[in-house]
């Protein structure tokens, strides 16, 4: 009797070999290197010398001002994340409803920002909450303060420049969810008996979530990665994980704690999307991005 066993489906192997020798090359063997690296000991500025030590990370795990470091950036990644979920929804909701032949209009304007340095957007905030900026302007000539209030290089700034910076990404990914959803079935609700609001919470709402987590890993994870928005916008207490980085790395030129850092750095957020992986499954994420 001749063998009915099918052969295995090499195909999607195939077509994905080139992107798992890409990620491979330039992931994969760069982190290995940076793992590695973290085991040096640095001798003087830029001299490291190859060993296998611990004594920078037991640094990591005994210096509190990591620690600080850590809870800050989870803290504010929070605080962004929430903010550009509820900010980004409303947009998303009347971009994906509306009834405009021009809806691509609506989408160029989203992604214009992206035309622009993000550099420069960020740095566009000092004019506007700078203590010459035009809030203290509009303030002053109010009548209202006699003093120029203090609004630049505080969480508060940084927190706005994340948002104004990372909101596209969350109203383009609820967007695309929205977009994805049959436009009868709200209709069919309201037949039912439901009243507009229900009809959104019953129906809209859930069945938009997998592209509000997708946007809100995708917010998460950049925040907590950032460093150059606290560097121009925040103070000196307003540092976040990446800022350590940068200092190790650039500052300081001690290269092996950088890699340190950059590696726990790795560890913190990719624990994060394996999280998001296990309530949610990776193929919520790859729906909401159509």
């Known amino acids: 009797m001749p063998d009915?066993?099918?052969p295995a489906d090499r195909r999607p192997?195939?077509?994905l070999s080139p992107a798992l020798v890409f990620i491979t090359a330039m992931v994969v063997i760069p982190m290995g290197f940076i793992l590695v690296y973290s085991f040096y000991e640095n001798v003087d500025l830029a001299v490291d010398r190859p060993a296998f030590q611990f004594g920078n990370w037991e640094e990591l795990f005994t210096d509190g001002y990591y620690h600080t470091a850590i809870w800050k950036t989870l803290r504010l990644s929070v605080i962004v994340t929430v903010l550009a979920a509820a900010l980004g929804y409303i947009p998303a909701y009347v971009i994906a409803m509306t009834r405009y032949r021009h809806k691509w209009l609506l989408l160029l304007l989203l992604i214009l920002p992206f035309w622009i340095s993000f550099i420069i957007r960020t740095l566009s905030w000092i004019h506007i909450f700078g203590n010459q900026g035009a809030l203290n302007g509009l303030l002053t000539w109010l009548g209202l303060i006699d003093v120029p209030l203090q609004v630049m290089y505080t969480e508060f700034t940084v927190i706005v420049g994340f948002i104004h910076v990372f909101l596209p990404y969350m109203i383009l990914n609820i967007y695309v969810s929205l977009e994805g959803i049959?436009?009868?079935?709200?209709?069919?609700?309201?037949?039912?008996?439901?009243?507009?609001?229900?009809?959104?919470?019953?129906?809209?709402?859930?069945?938009?979530l997998p592209g509000l987590a997708a946007g809100s890993l995708l917010v998460f994870v950049l925040t907590g990665g950032s460093y150059v928005t606290p560097l121009i916008l925040g103070g000196p207490g307003d540092y976040?994980?990446?800022?350590?980085?940068?200092?190790?790395?650039?500052t300081e030129l001690n290269w092996p704690m950088g890699a340190t850092l950059s590696f726990t750095l790795l560890i913190l957020l990719g624990s994060v999307v394996v999280l998001y992986s296990r309530l949610m499954g990776m193929n919520q994420l790859s729906k909401a991005f159509g």
């Not at 976040?240 to 650039?250: E, K, Q």
Request: charged content about 15%; aromatic content about 12%.
């Open 182 to 208: 049959d436009e009868n079935l709200e209709p069919a609700a309201r037949t039912l008996g439901a009243t507009p609001w229900q009809a959104f919470r019953e129906v809209t709402l859930p069945l938009s």
């Open 4 to 6: 009915q066993t099918l």
């Open 13 to 15: 192997w195939i077509l």
């Open 240 to 250: 976040l994980f990446g800022n350590l980085v940068y200092d190790a790395i650039v």
